[in-house]
């Protein structure tokens, strides 16, 4: 945890990103799994959970805009470099596909979720000589925007996402909604991608990312289908799997299959001659991560994720939960009160990074206003 405490506005709370390890070191609640199911007891199956409030006892201690945002800078291993280095468009492909299972490589702590961001909040980090911003730009419905940009290795990253959490019974599922896309730009290859859907089940208590991912880069005619998916009723598979191939999108040949374990090892192998690759480690990747930290006090924006949710993440972290309701109280109020104001006068509200917007076909896109990202006043250390 970090702080700065010279005044209210610009205390920060920062916390141990997601890891390999998980959350060990994040507070769990007495009977947990029992006061999960009281909070379900008057939702009914297939309903929409983005309007569902926990309390404190069942948040971590950052937001959802911190978590995605994690995704892409929390790593122990320069993936995107070596997408970008790769020899030839075949090489890079391979690369990205094991960038993009990095950033769905942890879900989680069972029991907990990170807060809902409100409107305007904003995460801004940087680790080496990549740059990561994140918006949030709708509430209702949740909508995040990413913006992430290297000059050193000319790479940018452009998110839309926006999950839709529902409750089946002895599950919730939240679909993952939105576009990403990965633009090598020295090359001028962009990869396009969708997330898997994320599978909190109830009993057995567990979490694990489920469904289909399609992975197309238009430039290189190359194409991927991974499929995520869990413990199936036989015990098949087991939990974590993936599995899915690499092919030509104008002939649909397979060149690769792809298998393994987001959690552990994945491998392509090639079809002609039976060779089998390692393209992602988790224990690489993701173990040991470390905390952000603060390197510009000054330069921190009153809408920073560690800012706006300061109060409250400190409260859990100290168990002070009756603290924390009343913090988490404020904040929403706060929210509630500022949409009351925009409504009388007739304001709707317009992101400052992004512009917003939606069709029937594509859904909500977020397309960044500037073309590189500034270097942020909290990093990462190497």
Not at 12 to 20: A, M, Q, R
Not at 236 to 264: D, F, M, P
Not at 271 to 278: S, V
Request: charged share 25%; aromatic share 8%; with cysteine.
């Amino acid at each position: 945890m970090v702080k700065e405490d010279s005044e209210e506005e610009t205390r920060v709370v920062l916390t141990k990103p997601f890891s390999l390890e998980g959350g060990s070191d994040v507070y769990q609640a007495p009977n947990l799994v029992r006061r999960i199911l009281s909070l379900f007891g008057n939702v009914r199956p297939g309903s929409d959970l983005n309007g569902f409030q926990l309390p404190p006892i069942f948040n971590l201690p950052k937001s959802h805009l911190q978590c995605y945002g994690e995704s892409v800078y929390s790593v122990d291993k320069d993936l995107l470099r070596e997408c970008n280095n790769a020899r030839n468009p075949v090489d890079r492909f391979i690369a990205v596909i094991g960038w993009s299972i990095s950033a769905c490589a942890r879900p989680g702590v069972f029991g907990l979720a990170p807060y809902n961001s409100v409107l305007g909040e904003t995460h801004h980090v940087s680790r080496g000589s990549l740059n990561v911003l994140l918006e949030q730009v709708s509430h209702h419905p949740p909508v995040s925007g990413l913006h992430a940009t290297d000059e050193t290795e000319n790479i940018e990253i452009i998110w839309c996402q926006y999950p839709i959490p529902k409750f089946y019974g002895t599950k919730v599922e939240a679909e993952v909604c939105g576009k990403r896309e990965l633009k090598l730009l020295n090359h001028g290859e962009t990869y396009v991608m969708n997330s898997p859907n994320l599978l909190i089940r109830l009993l057995p208590p567990g979490l694990d990312w489920v469904g289909k991912v399609k992975v197309q880069c238009q430039e290189t005619g190359l194409e991927a289908e991974l499929i995520y998916s869990t413990n199936s009723f036989l015990g098949r598979r087991g939990a974590h799997s993936i599995k899915g191939r690499i092919y030509q999108s104008s002939s649909c040949n397979t060149l690769y299959e792809v298998n393994g374990y987001w959690n552990s090892i994945v491998t392509v192998k090639d079809i002609n001659d039976g060779k089998e690759t390692a393209i992602y480690n988790a224990k690489e990747a993701i173990s040991v991560l470390k905390t952000p930290i603060v390197k510009d006090p000054q330069g921190i924006l009153a809408s920073e994720s560690a800012v706006v949710w300061s109060m409250v993440s400190e409260s859990i972290l100290n168990k002070d939960w009756e603290k924390a309701r009343q913090a988490k109280k404020a904040i929403e109020e706060k929210q509630r009160e500022l949409v009351r104001q925009r409504n009388s006068r007739g304001e709707n509200w317009v992101p400052k990074h992004f512009n917003l917007s939606y069709s029937k076909e594509a859904g909500w896109d977020c397309l960044p206003t500037q073309k590189w990202v500034s270097p942020a006043p909290i990093i990462v250390p190497f």
